[in-house]
């Protein structure tokens, strides 16, 4: 057993952990797009997580969710923050839209919760003015960190109609699922919880993964991003998205977002010697505080 000084570690570890691990996302994109279809790589991907969580359920003898209305709540859930959101940002990617501007739309998720949280009011609707702040603080940054690429671009790196309503798509579809999951999701085992948003999401995605028509190339590169999207990104990011949803405030949960491009930035900048400039560099300063406003507890 872990001694509460390790757990309290641990609680506090989790958000960075999960936004080094979301981040990256457009890394593995960058690797396993030129090889698949987007939604028959994400088919692929659910299906994979699934017969990961299912060992490892059965050894441990985790319970499922207690009732019919809890796995509605959680299929619903996966529907909209794996098959809905990811399919979006993946198909707005294959169909041209560079990173940039992608997590430019998505990264609009944080002010989009605040606005809904402060219309419908309540316990989890009090988005105070100095989180208001920090909201648009951080996306001011993120505007910073991501405007080399929307300035410079790429052949292959534009907008159109059908790549912005992808992304439109997945920014409403995780916010929609970061919000319904706070509102009704009982709390339980993230590893039930996981698998059964999966297999709905697998439900969802397999029939429109059919209508493709590009084949999959099974290329190292290929097998190396479906591995750490299955147990980096899944197992463990999309794990981890739950309980913080489950234990903060929906508002502070999504203000994290803000943080992935900066992360991603820095990943690329290892990985790819993508340059970082001090344009990126201040972006990430102003990103970095004004989550810091928004996480930050009231005295």
Not at 168 to 183: D, N, S
Not at 231 to 239: A, I, K, R, V, Y
Not at 257 to 268: F, K, Q, R, S
Not at 278 to 299: D, E, K, M, N, Q
Request: charged share 10%.
């Amino acid at each position: 057993m872990q001694s509460p000084a390790s757990d309290n570690a641990w609680l506090r570890a989790m958000p960075w952990v999960f936004v080094l691990i979301w981040s990256t996302g457009f890394i593995v994109a960058r690797y396993g797009m030129p090889h698949a279809p987007p939604l028959s790589f994400l088919a692929m991907r659910y299906a994979l997580s699934i017969l990961c969580f299912l060992p490892w359920i059965l050894w441990a003898g985790v319970k499922w969710p207690a009732n019919r209305q809890q796995w509605l709540h959680l299929s619903v859930v996966g529907v909209l923050m794996h098959a809905g959101y990811l399919g979006g940002v993946w198909a707005a990617v294959k169909a041209g839209m560079g990173s940039g501007l992608s997590s430019l739309i998505v990264g609009l998720q944080p002010v989009l919760t605040a606005i809904w949280l402060s219309a419908v009011g309540g316990a989890q609707g009090q988005v105070s003015r100095r989180q208001w702040l920090g909201l648009l603080l951080g996306f001011a940054g993120l505007v910073l960190v991501v405007s080399r690429k929307l300035i410079e671009g790429s052949p292959g790196d534009q907008a159109n109609a059908e790549n912005l309503v992808y992304a439109v798509f997945a920014l409403f579809a995780i916010t929609a699922g970061t919000l319904y999951q706070k509102r009704f999701v009982q709390a339980c085992d993230v590893r039930t919880a996981n698998t059964v948003q999966l297999i709905a999401a697998f439900i969802v995605t397999l029939p429109l993964a059919l209508l493709e028509s590009e084949p999959m190339h099974y290329t190292g590169e290929f097998i190396g991003a479906m591995a750490w999207s299955v147990l980096g990104l899944t197992l463990g990011g999309s794990s981890l998205l739950y309980l913080l949803i489950q234990r903060g405030a929906a508002a502070s949960v999504a203000s994290l977002m803000y943080l992935v491009p900066p992360t991603t930035a820095v990943i690329a900048w290892l990985l790819f010697r993508e340059p970082i400039t001090p344009l990126t560099v201040a972006g990430i300063a102003v990103t970095a505080f004004g989550v810091s406003l928004v996480v930050r507890s009231p005295r």
